[in-house]
């Protein structure tokens, strides 16, 4: 199914026409229908002529990324039901359409005027359902996540080996997303699902930027948000001997914790934080210097409200230009967006961004 927003033949080269494209159940098509006139071409196709607007919205984990179609109510709406596939995809008619989010339906309602919701889901509620308690010897980040992928019935895109743990008990305390995230944590890397619902676990790419957004010509609105960083230098005490004693002492309980102690970072404030599953100098380093980045990205955020932007997507990087402040221009790190789409409104998109108070960029990891 295809959704055209505007029809004006008049319209001039600054005007471009947004188009989504949805299909779920097998029931999708390739229609087209006008916000002015309510059913034009497609009006045979039922997600053309039912769909009133979708939002997607998807983040770095453990953000569960989303999507909600809204369908009007319509005796001839296209059918679909729980665990049925689907996809969306937005863009311009004149360019390609983008893939943007790829789902299965875990949620449908419906009201007396007989109006429907759909809410699809990707691999993040699933990873956000599985609660195991398992151990781990001689394991890598990676392989750790790639387990916890299979067990959730999760595609991977990437998965980097991270930081080595010579060993590392997992609980239910915990959702199987939730500790990818703090693996991703201890290695000084991300995790998100990509625009083909796929987990990715691995750095930060940066490079060139998907796309720049300029203020007075494309920024709708621009909100920015400086603070102090919490933490400026990063201590961790780990515990065991794996390393420096070989990775079989990993279960030894050293009396000095000197050889398990890492620093990243300088200046105050100073944060001190002891971690049993350190078992090595090289995890424990990993760790204090990925903390230690952390709270240094997080010193300049902000979120842009921009025209639709169907090519970014988490963790790419976007540029600011020409802002008011200088501080906010340069290239920055998209760690949630959201596209919104309405026969009403249009089509927009909602970035939040992060980058280095330097401004120079992240130059590394959130």
């Given at each position: 199914m295809t959704l055209d927003l505007l029809n004006n033949n008049d319209a001039t080269a600054s005007v471009r026409r947004p188009v989504l494209e949805v299909?779920?159940?097998?029931?999708?098509?390739?229609?087209?229908l006008t916000a002015a006139v309510g059913l034009g071409q497609g009006a045979d196709d039922p997600w053309a002529r039912s769909v009133?607007?979708?939002?997607?919205?998807?983040?770095?984990?453990?953000f569960v990324d989303l999507v909600t179609v809204e369908l009007a109510a319509d005796g001839q709406a296209p059918e679909f039901a729980l665990d049925d596939p689907g996809t969306i995809s937005l863009g311009y008619e004149d360019s390609a359409t983008e893939l943007v989010f790829t789902a299965m339906v875990d949620h449908i309602s419906s009201n007396l005027h007989g109006s429907r919701r759909l809410r699809g889901v990707n691999g993040g509620l699933l990873l956000s359902r599985l609660r195991i308690n398992q151990s781990y010897e001689q394991q890598s980040a990676g392989d750790i996540v790639n387990d916890l992928a299979g067990q959730a019935g999760v595609d991977i895109d990437t998965v980097e080996s991270g930081v080595d743990l010579p060993f590392y008990v997992l609980d239910d305390r915990s959702t199987a997303y939730g500790h990818i995230t703090t693996l991703a944590r201890k290695s000084g890397y991300l995790a998100w699902?990509?625009?083909?619902?796929?987990?990715?676990?691995g750095p930060y790419a940066g490079g060139q930027a998907v796309q720049t957004f300029s203020?007075?010509?494309?920024?709708?609105?621009?909100?920015?948000?400086?603070?102090?960083?919490?933490?400026?230098?990063?201590t961790t005490i780990g515990e065991g001997a794996a390393g420096a004693e070989g990775q079989e002492a990993w279960s030894w309980l050293i009396k000095d914790p000197g050889p398990a102690t890492s620093e990243s970072g300088q200046g105050e404030p100073i944060r001190t934080i002891?971690?049993?599953?350190?078992?090595?100098?090289?995890?424990?380093?990993?760790?204090?210097d990925s903390l230690a980045e952390a709270a240094g990205q997080m010193a300049l955020t902000g979120t842009i409200v921009v025209p639709g932007a169907p090519l970014v997507t988490v963790g790419s990087t976007i540029e600011i230009a020409d802002a008011p402040r200088e501080n906010v221009n340069g290239s920055c790190m998209v760690r949630w967006v959201g596209h919104r789409y309405s026969k009403e409104q249009g089509y927009i998109s909602v970035i939040k961004f992060s980058k280095s108070a330097a401004g120079d960029g992240l130059g590394g990891v959130l």
């Open positions: 299909n779920f159940g097998g029931g999708g098509g390739a229609g087209g009133v607007g979708v939002v997607v919205e998807a983040g770095l984990a453990p699902f990509t625009p083909e619902g796929k987990l990715y676990f203020h007075g010509m494309d920024i709708l609105s621009l909100e920015v948000r400086e603070t102090t960083p919490v933490v400026q230098t990063v002891s971690d049993p599953s350190l078992r090595s100098s090289e995890a424990g380093q990993s760790a204090a």
